[in-house]
């Protein structure tokens, strides 16, 4: 099964831009990117996805390389109630028991 | 809508007891998911269900059962506690793959001590 890769944790400075990078070397032609995070105490909520093409929502941004095999989340003006998990998965659009949540990125934001 | 819910919220077992934890949902999704969440780990994926009446095993599945009688409803049970079920579980919902990307809808959790 496909797999992510994140780094365990970042730190970012109040209404700095943050680059949550994320490599999906296995991914295959049918995975969506996705991008949970997950506030302490509290159940993941949705943030992004795309497949091939870079999103925008309200909520963030997301880049995606053009051979797939790595994403990043941008976040563009960090607030501290974005201080959580950040966690990318591939959802397989075919088999929904393929999703494997990773141990995710623990964001810091600093005042 | 409420989304998803999730009941109890807490629950403290004595090893050997046994208890169902009910998950539903009112956003009419054909998919439902219990992951279970260890401290400073992410998300395993305990079991998940494609329908009413289907359940399949995810990643982690020993020691627990399910059932999906109802296209809201999705149970899981615990028929013999351990003290290594000792975890937050979440329960999560979608639509099926080919609409909105087959996004995750999740619960507030529920935490499980075992003792």
């Known amino acids: 099964d496909a797999k992510t890769t994140q780094p365990n944790s970042m730190e970012s400075n109040e209404e700095e831009p943050v680059h949550l990078p994320c490599n999906h070397s296995?991914?295959?032609?049918?995975?969506?990117i996705h991008w949970y995070r997950q506030l302490p105490s509290q159940g993941p909520e949705y943030v992004i996805h795309?497949?091939?093409s870079n999103v925008n929502n309200r909520m963030a941004s997301l880049a995606i390389a053009e051979d797939r095999k790595s994403s990043t989340l941008i976040l563009h003006r960090a607030t501290l109630r974005d201080a959580a998990v950040y966690y990318c998965?591939?959802?397989?659009?075919?088999?929904?028991?393929?999703?494997?949540f990773g141990d995710g990125t623990t964001l810091t934001v600093k005042p | 809508n409420a989304g998803v819910t999730q009941t109890p919220k807490f629950r403290v077992l004595k090893t050997g007891q046994s208890m169902t934890l009910l998950c539903a949902q009112d956003?009419?999704?054909?998919?439902m998911y219990w992951y279970r969440q260890d401290p400073g780990m992410g998300l395993r994926l305990i079991h998940y269900?494609?329908?009413?009446?289907?359940?399949a095993k995810g990643e982690v599945p020993d020691g627990y059962n399910v059932s999906r009688l109802k296209k809201q409803n999705f149970l899981l049970g615990l028929e013999s506690a351990a003290p290594s079920q000792t975890s937050v579980y979440f329960c999560?919902?979608?639509?099926?793959?080919?609409?909105?990307?087959?996004?995750?809808?999740f619960g507030p959790g529920t935490r499980l001590t075992v003792l």
């Open positions: 296995t991914i295959s032609g049918t995975d969506y």
């Open positions: 956003m009419n999704h054909e998919y």
């Open positions: 999560a919902s979608s639509h099926e793959p080919g609409q909105a990307a087959h996004t995750q809808y």
């Open positions: 269900s494609v329908g009413e009446g289907t359940t």
């Open positions: 998965i591939l959802r397989h659009n075919t088999n929904a028991g393929k999703s494997t």
């Open positions: 795309g497949l091939t």
